[in-house]
């Protein structure tokens, strides 16, 4: 059967959601735990290659719970929530700063945070309650496990596995190797 419109022609391709000059962005997955001191050691190498690349990068948080940290899921689910509340990132470097504080504040201490950021902190702790985020989190930690992330934090870029849990050294000058590799071939 064919269409019955006048004039069929497939719809334009989105533009990319991030990249320059209709390129788009190399992805940098990180496999996180907001509850680690490692991945609190690994954002000043983030920033450092946000400031580098801009939005030729595009670091995306992928969630790794640890079950030494008994409140890395509800920081998990609350970072999904202030994603949806369009600040991701602030919110997460803010729980990363307070690593430490989270094993004693736990779920009130993430929803404070969320407050003091400015978001809306009665959503945040609805979202904690209802728990609909823990698909999202569920996911980013099965398909970590299924390509052998064990610590956090863990980057892939490019395909390549990258282990950041047992020393940082390093790291960043191979995420921009793989990087500026990836970014060259776009050319």
């Known amino acids: 059967m064919s269409d019955s419109s006048p004039?069929?022609?497939?719809?334009?391709?989105?533009?990319?959601?991030?990249?320059?000059?209709?390129?788009?962005?190399?992805?940098?997955?990180?496999?996180?735990?907001?509850?680690?001191?490692?991945c609190?050691?690994?954002?000043?190498?983030?920033?450092?290659?946000?400031?580098?690349?801009?939005?030729r990068l595009e670091p995306r948080l992928r969630h790794f719970p640890l079950e030494k940290h008994k409140h890395a899921f509800a920081a998990a689910q609350a970072a999904e929530e202030a994603l949806e509340q369009g600040q991701g990132w602030p919110y997460i470097e803010a729980v990363l700063g307070r690593a430490e504080e989270l094993d004693r504040g736990g779920e009130p201490l993430l929803v404070e945070i969320a407050r003091e950021l400015g978001l809306d902190a009665e959503e945040f702790d609805t979202a904690l309650i209802d728990g609909r985020h823990i698909l999202i989190v569920d996911a980013d930690q099965a398909e970590g496990k299924a390509i052998g992330v064990t610590g956090t934090p863990t980057y892939v870029i490019g395909g390549e596995r990258l282990d950041g849990g047992k020393s940082q050294e390093g790291l960043r000058e191979r995420i921009e190797e793989i990087a500026d590799r990836l970014l060259a071939e776009q050319v």
């Open 7 to 38: 004039t069929s022609s497939p719809a334009p391709a989105p533009l990319p959601a991030s990249g320059t000059a209709g390129r788009p962005a190399v992805v940098l997955d990180i496999w996180c735990e907001l509850q680690c001191p490692d």
């Open 40 to 55: 609190r050691g690994a954002l000043d190498d983030l920033r450092a290659l946000r400031e580098r690349y801009g939005d």
